[in-house]
T-cell receptor
Framework: KAGVTQTPRYLIKTRGQQVTLSCSPI?????VSWYQQTPGQGLQFLFE???????NKGNFPGRFSGRQFSNSRSEMNVSTLELGDSALYLC???FGEGGQVLGNGELFFGEGSRLTVL | AQSVAQPEDQVNVAEGNPLTVKCTYS??????LFWYVQYPNRGLQFLLK??????LVKGSYGFEAEFNKSQTSFHLKKPSALVSDSALYFC?????FGAGNNRKLIWGLGTSLAVNP
């Protein structure tokens, strides 16, 4: 059974640009959560989707957005990139309704997309 | 407010020695506790969880964790460390019966474990 797949694994952007990251969950999983990981702030929750609906959102500015498709694949977008957006962006899927908030907490993570903003 | 603390940024232990990675928590209701591990350049992997029952929970790769309600702790342990256990370990907590924002999974900042040969 394939795991959670995130693309691209690495990318470099410049300030002001935008970026789209993709996440394909484990087959059968309908919940996808996104996280930003930085050395100083740890794991910060961005948002969570279930059945194409955003169920929960963390404390990030509106430049961060996401969506989920009917096949449960999810994308997140960051517009007008800032230097501070440099981070590892992790996607996690779970079987139940909302792994981050409403589910049983057993999340399956992808290997992440490492974004560097210059 | 709910919170998780991992008081040690880094833990160093010699191979073959027992290891402990500490976690303390604060929730308003009943805690639902987790440990995850992150190997270099990888995503996080679920290790174990505590909901109710026996205070000693066994998980993957020979790890176990002890729930202590009076000390509000959930320390991760392993009797004999391996060099391959070197990784970043995250503790997380949720209020088991909370509602709204109290149902969010709260993450610790992580503890870097280095096992020396």
């Amino acid at each position: 059974k394939a795991g959670v797949t995130q693309t691209p694994r690495y990318l470099i952007k410049t300030r002001g640009q935008q970026v789209t990251l993709s996440c394909s969950p484990i087959s059968g999983h309908r919940s996808v959560s996104w996280y930003q990981q930085t050395p100083g702030q740890g794991l910060q929750f961005l948002f969570e989707y279930f059945s194409e609906t955003q169920r929960n959102k963390g404390n990030f500015p509106g430049r961060f957005s996401g969506r989920q498709f009917s096949n449960s694949r999810s994308e997140m977008n960051v517009s007008t990139l800032e230097l501070g957006d440099s981070a590892l962006y992790l996607c996690a899927s779970s079987f139940g309704e909302g792994g981050q908030v409403l589910g049983n907490g057993e999340l399956f993570f992808g290997e992440g997309s490492r974004l560097t903003v210059l | 407010a709910q919170s998780v603390a991992q008081p040690e940024d880094q833990v160093n232990v010699a191979e073959g020695n027992p290891l402990t990675v500490k976690c303390t928590y604060s929730v308003s209701g009943n805690p639902y506790l987790f440990w995850y591990v992150q190997y270099p350049n990888r995503g996080l992997q679920f290790l174990l969880k505590y909901i109710t029952g026996d205070n000693l929970v066994k998980g993957s790769y020979g790890f176990e964790a002890e729930f202590n309600k009076s000390q509000t702790s959930f320390h991760l342990k392993k009797p004999s460390a391996l060099v391959s256990d070197s990784a970043l370990y995250f503790c997380a907590v949720r209020d088991l019966f909370g509602a709204g924002n109290n149902r969010k999974l709260i993450w610790g900042l992580g503890t870097s474990l280095a096992v020396n040969p």
